[in-house]
């Protein structure tokens, strides 16, 4: 596509229950990082994918946080157990190399209250 | 290891004043640096990145920031500030991964 697209775009669930976001980074970018954005604080790094590598999961919070990528390309992130400390605005980019010179793209983020 | 600070997690400047929001990086190597800004309610855009040569970089909206390697600085400014640059700003550096600070609000008071 002809951007990062994240769905949904806002997601309200109960405290407990297991939320899945989604996001779709531009074709052929081998890198996708998730971010999360809360209230007050700034852009939290969760987990980063590039490639075939193993991911760097150095940023997720809790082992109720996990992700994947399949087949390179679409990536879920996965809260279970959602807590109300959860809620937050989850960000997705892409690039079309690690690191070097080249920037990151953004979605529009998944806004996730957990009530 | 990289990281990336930003100092003041709030500016407020008039309209028409100096916009100065600072970056500082720690890098093992010399990074590679971005600003970022996010408008209310959208994602993040590009805004003006440091790559290799010229360590003044001119970006989108009149931004410009400089590269300054002696004080590990990558701050981002703007002559004379409009109200439509209220927004977040995120310095970021690349290395390996992308690394970003915590964020700068800026509020441009008329």
């Known amino acids: 596509g002809a951007g990062v697209s994240q769905s949904p775009s806002n997601k309200v669930t109960e405290k407990g229950k297991d939320v899945e976001l989604r996001c779709d980074p531009i074709?052929?970018?081998?890198?996708l990082y998730w971010y999360r954005q809360s209230l007050g604080q700034g852009l939290e790094f969760l987990i980063y994918f590039q490639g075939n590598s193993a991911p760097d999961k150095s940023g997720l919070p809790s082992d109720r946080f996990s992700a994947e990528r399949t087949g390179g390309s679409v990536s879920t992130l996965t809260i279970q157990r959602t807590q109300q400390e959860d809620s937050a605005v989850y960000l997705c980019a892409s690039s079309s190399r690690p690191g070097w010179n080249t920037e990151a793209f953004f979605g529009q983020g998944t806004r996730l209250t957990v009530v | 290891a990289q990281s990336v600070t930003q100092l003041g997690s709030h500016v407020s400047v008039s309209e028409g004043a100096l916009v100065l929001l600072r970056c500082n990086y720690s890098s093992s190597v010399p990074p590679y640096l971005f600003w970022y800004v996010q408008y209310p309610n959208q994602g993040l855009q590009l805004l003006l990145k440091?790559?290799?040569?010229?360590?003044l970089v001119k970006g989108i909206n009149g931004f410009e920031a400089e590269f300054k390697k002696s004080e590990t600085s990558f701050h981002l400014t703007k002559p004379s500030a409009h109200m439509s640059d209220a927004a977040e700003y995120f310095c970021?550096?690349?290395?390996?991964?992308?690394?970003f600070g915590t964020g700068t609000k800026l509020q441009v008071i008329p």
């Open positions: 074709s052929g970018h081998t890198a």
């Open positions: 970021a550096s690349t290395y390996q991964k992308v690394t």
């Open positions: 440091y790559t290799t040569g010229a360590t």
